[in-house]
């Protein structure tokens, strides 16, 4: 028998199905379940540490709601939470990014509340510990979604909007936000909200840049800056 290593004329390989987006829960739901684990964890005191190092004082630390989940005890109550609050709300957790068949499987680290503009909590960012030697990300979303599970719930691409500084001026007429800035990353955002006073928002990443132009509209500033890394 003769077999050509050619294909045929004319012929397709057979298209892969691309595995569909999994189903993600509301952003009140997302928020109900976020909150919950915010109330049920702490801060560790290492990571305390890098955001005093990093310019935050302890009242603008206390008012973001930091947490730290890096031991099993730190996921069984972010768990327990979770599930407590994903029934009151009425929602399956696995749509919720970060919990995946009844387990928490978001990554460890420190978490960073990624906000809307009702301050709701619509996603975690994580600040990853890495060993030395790890070349991973260090910042990475709270996600359910990876290569070992594509039907995980993932949060997407969300813009940060922190919470009004404590140092905000407070010499703007009721609904006039002032300036409004752009960087790059949630903690970014914050810190540089928390030290000027100036509303810095943090995009996802320095590309994604068709969300904030929406929310830049809707939150009416005078005047918008860009603060991007050099």
């Known amino acids: 028998l003769f077999f050509s290593e050619s294909?045929?004329?004319?012929?397709?390989?057979?298209?892969?199905?691309?595995?569909?987006?999994?189903?993600?829960?509301?952003?009140?739901?997302?928020?109900?379940?976020?909150?919950?684990?915010?109330?049920?964890?702490?801060?560790?005191?290492?990571?305390?540490?890098?955001?005093?190092?990093?310019?935050?004082?302890?009242?603008?630390?206390?008012?973001?709601?930091?947490?730290?989940?890096?031991?099993?005890?730190?996921?069984?109550?972010?768990l327990d939470a979770a599930r407590a609050a994903a029934s009151e709300a009425g929602v399956d957790l696995d749509t919720v990014p970060g919990f995946y068949r009844g387990s928490v499987v978001?990554?460890?680290?420190?978490?960073?509340?990624?906000?809307?503009?009702?301050?709701?909590?619509?996603?975690?960012?994580?600040?990853?510990?890495?060993?030395?030697?790890?070349?991973?990300?260090?910042?990475v979303w709270f996600s359910s979604r990876s290569d070992s599970r594509p039907d995980g719930a993932s949060p997407g691409a969300i813009t940060h909007v922190p919470l009004v500084s404590l140092r905000a001026p407070v010499t703007l007429p009721a609904g006039d936000l002032g300036i409004l800035r752009i960087t790059e990353g949630p903690l970014k955002a914050d810190i540089a909200t928390a030290i000027t006073g100036v509303r810095t928002v943090g995009i996802p990443g320095a590309s994604v840049t068709r969300d904030v132009v929406a929310l830049a509209r809707s939150m009416r500033p005078r005047a918008v800056r860009l603060a991007w890394d050099s």
């Open 7 to 78: 294909a045929p004329r004319g012929y397709r390989p057979p298209a892969v199905p691309e595995q569909p987006a999994a189903p993600i829960a509301s952003e009140v739901a997302r928020a109900a379940v976020y909150f919950a684990m915010v109330y049920a964890l702490t801060l560790a005191p290492a990571h305390r540490d890098q955001l005093l190092r990093r310019g935050l004082d302890a009242r603008e630390i206390d008012l973001r709601e930091y947490r730290s989940i890096t031991s099993y005890a730190d996921r069984n109550r972010a």
């Open 106 to 139: 978001g990554a460890s680290g420190m978490l960073i509340p990624v906000r809307g503009v009702d301050a709701n909590i619509l996603a975690m960012k994580v600040r990853r510990d890495l060993s030395a030697g790890d070349d991973g990300a260090k910042y």
